[in-house]
């Protein structure tokens, strides 16, 4: 069974950027799509974008265009996020998340990435 | 942008309660919701999607209905490992948009 591992916690400065990682262990993204989702601290969680890595085309959220960029490397069935232009407001856990579509309902999820903000 | 909104915010409940959780979303967004709970630390984990279907090897005790805006989620028997928070999820329209939570606790 396929499970996604993210990479570790990481704290920036504001006003950097970040990449996070997720790759799919035991398998492949298949014909999947890879969302990111971001759960600030006591907060629900907040859908940034996704991709379906055989097509490579990804969907963003507008609050985050301009900010983000989601990328997959198929050949090490690996989703990428980078989010630029960091500030406080980005601190929380990043979580990526595998459905059926870009449009459908989360059945796998990785374990979490903590990104601290702070000066 | 479609806003859920999820009522109560938290509850608490007796062991063997039903519980009732209410979703209401901003538009119709016709079957296209999906329920999941979250336990601290922990990734949500589905538990129903497509508003009434339940996931693999989630308990028969959890089920879901509605449509269009108004959408319900119900424990028929509460246990004690059902403790968490759950939120519901819609994907009719990008971009993906969950509640705001209602946190469940044990009396």
């Known amino acids: 069974q396929v499970q996604l591992v993210q990479s570790g916690a990481e704290v920036k400065k504001p006003g950097s950027s970040v990449k996070v990682s997720c790759r799919a262990s035991g398998g492949t993204f298949g014909s999947y799509a890879i969302a990111w989702v971001r759960q600030a601290p006591g907060q629900g969680p907040d859908w940034m974008g996704g991709?379906?890595?055989?097509?490579?085309?990804?969907h963003y959220a507008q609050r985050f265009q301009g900010r983000i960029t989601i990328t997959a490397d198929e050949s090490t069935s690996t989703a990428y996020m980078e989010l630029r232009r960091l500030t406080s407001e980005d601190t929380g856990v990043y979580y990526c998340?595998?459905?059926?579509?870009?449009?459908?309902?989360?059945?796998?999820w990785g374990q979490g990435t903590l990104v601290t903000v702070s000066a | 942008d479609i806003q859920m909104t999820q009522s109560p915010s938290s509850l608490s409940a007796s062991v063997g309660d039903r519980v009732t959780i209410t979703c209401q979303a901003s538009q119709d967004i016709s079957k296209h919701l999906n329920w999941y709970q979250q336990t601290p630390g922990k990734a949500p984990k589905v538990l129903i999607y497509d508003v009434s279907n339940l996931e693999t090897g989630v308990p028969s005790r959890f089920s879901g209905s509605g449509s269009g805006t108004d959408f319900t989620f119900t424990i028929s028997s509460l246990q004690p490992e059902d403790i968490g928070t759950y939120y519901c999820?819609?994907?009719?329209?990008?971009?993906?948009?969950f509640g705001q939570g209602t946190r469940l606790e044990i009396k």
């Open positions: 991709i379906i890595p055989i097509f490579n085309i990804a």
């Open positions: 998340a595998r459905s059926f579509d870009i449009q459908r309902w989360f059945d796998t």
């Open positions: 999820q819609q994907y009719d329209h990008l971009p993906i948009s």
